[in-house]
């Protein structure tokens, strides 16, 4: 189970790495976008494996450090949260489904493009390139 967020903003593919235009939340969005894409990229890889990989926004704005750092008041509680990823890793939906999104304790949907097989191949290609010079050592 990957954790995600509903807040997910497409890469900018000339700036992937933000150096001309850096935002704190933005490269979380994006993040969290990435996330999603490489989640969906995974289900299929694993698909008849018998492993399952899913994408969960456990709760919105949740009482946590990095929410009241950014100035949010928080909406819920970190015990919501942390029943919708339990409820995903041993409720009966966990191991039925793989490459899905989830709003909490529903099946949603994530940004339209992380189900783009086109970004999600760039994305794959873009992460091996950067990551190259740090698994060659």
Do not use: W
């Amino acid at each position: 189970m990957n954790i995600g967020s509903a807040g997910q903003a497409p890469v900018d593919f000339a700036d992937l790495r933000m150096d001309n235009r850096y935002s704190g939340a933005e490269a979380y969005y994006r993040s969290k976008f990435a996330l999603a894409a490489f989640t969906f990229d995974l289900a299929g890889e694993l698909a008849d494996s018998g492993i399952t990989v899913n994408c969960l926004h456990p709760a919105t704005f949740m009482n946590t450090r990095m929410v009241r750092e950014s100035l949010v008041p928080p909406m819920s509680t970190v015990g919501s949260g942390a029943r919708a990823v339990l409820n995903l890793a041993t409720g009966p939906i966990g191991g039925a489904v793989s490459g899905r999104y989830f709003d909490g304790r529903n099946e949603a949907r994530a940004h339209a493009g992380t189900y783009d097989p086109a970004i999600r191949s760039r994305l794959r290609t873009a992460t091996a390139e950067l990551l190259a010079p740090f698994l060659e050592r």
